[in-house]
């Protein structure tokens, strides 16, 4: 097996052609990693979630990245990793457009909303809606390939 670096276009690719990444997060020197749904326009990847660890983290500590891959078999696959600044997108500070134009975006990606909404105990029933739209503005790009030789 032989590992190259990948060009800035083929980076892109990979994060054209992708809906599912690992974002990493860090607070007070602890890192966390989760797996989210993302859409990707220009320098933005649109992300959706309820409230929870990342968004309190990410608050406090807007620098992130997140891994992307594309696998065919163990000896042969491509994997970037993006890092960037989180920035939120309240319904009520003037990100209306930008807010709706990520969800016309996740919408088209199938359950879209599952890694970013469901959560492993039962949640309270509330009339207002808790969802949290956020883009990761990127920052930089690195990739590497694995090909057979």
């Known amino acids: 097996m032989f590992v190259r670096q990948m060009s800035r276009e083929e980076c892109e690719g990979v994060v054209a052609a992708g809906d599912l990444a690992r974002l990493a997060c860090c607070r007070d020197g602890q890192p966390y990693i989760v797996p989210i749904t993302y859409a990707n326009s220009g320098r933005r990847l649109y992300c959706f979630s309820l409230p929870g660890q990342k968004i309190d983290w990410m608050r406090s500590n807007p620098k992130v990245s997140l891994q992307i891959d594309q696998i065919a078999n163990n000896r042969q696959w491509r994997s970037v990793v993006v890092t ?23 919408e088209k990606k199938p359950n879209w909303w599952e890694p970013g909404g469901l959560k492993p105990v039962p949640q309270e029933i509330s009339g ?16 590497r390939a694995a090909f057979a030789g």
Do not use: K, N
């Not at 960037?84 to 996740?106: D, M, N, T, V």
């Not at 207002?128 to 990739?143: L, Q, R, Y």
């Open 84 to 106: 960037g600044r989180y920035r939120e997108l309240p319904a009520a500070q003037g990100r209306h457009h930008e807010r709706i134009h990520a969800w016309s975006l996740l």
């Open 128 to 143: 207002a809606s808790a969802h949290i739209f956020f883009c990761v503005e990127m920052d930089e790009m690195t990739g």
